[in-house]
């Protein structure tokens, strides 16, 4: 009976272990697949920040080459503007020039000389005006393209304003993504110190259990062997009981044999009621110490179930945080987290070693 309450407890014992170290494996892997996951967001997006980054190179060059195509255009319509001004004020001399010679050639049109000097002044100028008309549309379609220049610096002045905002928004979200996870990591080693506790706390409780276990393993065997001792003895007295009834029946001296097996029968029944009262005592202090097992055993479960629920929140509470992370990253774009990440994977595999290295001691 006691050694099947025995194994019983035995076989309960080992019912908790392996289906704490079930749900324990189970968390693991749950961990690993989301430190994986978190490092394949963190790589896409270091690729999204770096094309980013070559992106507003690109218009950074884009940007100088403008700039640089602008001040030689600029250059260009300056000197344009000088030779026009030059053109314009000889223009005003030719001119002033054609009127004198025509009021002279209504004086004097006798003279052949100076009526071909008047016509190839007023070739030249005509020659003149058809450059300035020239220069006056290049002018135009010069000043057209800087223009057109000057609306692409301002759209892409506006392109590199809204690419320094989009950078510092996204340099405050990585400080607070930086801010939670140095929160994360805290927590992280304010419970690994808790459950180091937790696992010698659980360590000592073994101990004490196993010290238990063996006390009434030996209390056990002693009374065994006290019932097979009794019982031995008990054989013995009923060998002798029947080869003195044997006896009696031979003896002539009945009376006298009489007399001698009631004595004998008195002092056996002494021994055995004394054997008896050892015998009951030794098993109520077994029963005793049976209870007190059972209830040490009641409370050690109690507070077994009270630290595995302990542990189930914790972990619950883990990964929670870790969804929400993970949802944070899906809307985040930055790079530099890729060493805290490391970090924090390091300390999680650190972790799950100690605890698998004080599992497999237990």
């Known amino acids: ?52 980054n070559l992106s507003i190179e690109e218009l950074y060059k884009v940007r100088a080459l403008a700039e640089a195509t602008l001040r030689e255009r600029d250059d260009k319509i300056f000197v344009l503007q000088n030779k026009l001004r030059l053109l314009e004020e000889q223009y005003k001399v030719f001119h002033e020039v054609q009127s004198e010679c025509d009021s002279e050639i209504f004086h004097d049109t006798k003279d052949n000389s100076e009526k071909d ?36 610096i301002k759209s892409l002045q506006t392109e590199n304003n809204v690419l320094k905002s989009r950078e510092s928004e996204l340099s405050e979200k990585i400080d607070q993504m930086k801010s939670q996870v140095l929160k994360l990591s805290k927590k992280l080693h304010i419970s690994n110190l808790e459950m180091k506790q937790q696992i ?34 008990n054989d013995v007295l009923r060998q002798s009981l029947e080869t ?4 009696l029946q031979n003896d002539k001296s009945l009376e006298q044999t009489i007399e001698l097996i009631e004595k004998e029968i008195r002092d056996t029944v002494k021994c055995f009621d004394a054997e008896k009262n050892v015998f009951e ?26 630290r595995t629920n ?45 605890y698998e290295i004080s599992c497999a001691k237990l």
């Not at 003149?128 to 692409?152: G, M, P």
């Not at 202090?285 to 507070?303: A, G, H, P």
């Open 1 to 52: 009976m006691k050694q099947t309450e025995i194994s019983e407890l035995e076989e309960c014992l080992r019912n908790k272990e392996l289906q704490s170290e079930k749900e324990h494996l189970k968390s693991k892997v749950v961990d690993c697949q989301m430190c994986q996951n978190l490092q394949v967001q963190v790589e896409e997006l270091k690729s999204v920040n770096e094309s980013f």
């Open 117 to 152: 000097l008047i016509l190839s002044l007023q070739k030249q100028l005509q020659e003149t005006a058809e450059l300035v008309v020239c220069f006056a549309d290049k002018k135009y379609f010069v000043s057209k393209e800087n223009e057109s220049l000057k609306d692409d």
């Open 200 to 233: 010698i706390l659980f360590e000592e409780d073994k101990r004490l259990f196993l010290a238990k276990n063996e006390f009434l393993e030996k209390v056990s065997s002693s009374v065994q062997k006290e019932y097979n001792d009794l019982m031995a003895s």
């Open 244 to 247: 003195k009834f044997n006896l």
């Open 281 to 306: 005592n030794e098993i109520s202090k077994l029963e005793k110490v049976l209870e007190q097992r059972v209830k040490d055993f009641n409370e050690f479960n109690t507070e077994l179930s009270k």
């Open 310 to 354: 302990k542990f189930e929140t914790y972990f619950s509470n883990l990964e929670k945080e870790n969804a929400l992370l993970k949802s944070q990253l899906a809307s985040q774009n930055y790079t530099s987290l890729q060493k805290e990440n490391n970090d924090l994977r390091t300390s999680y595999n650190v972790l799950k070693e100690e």
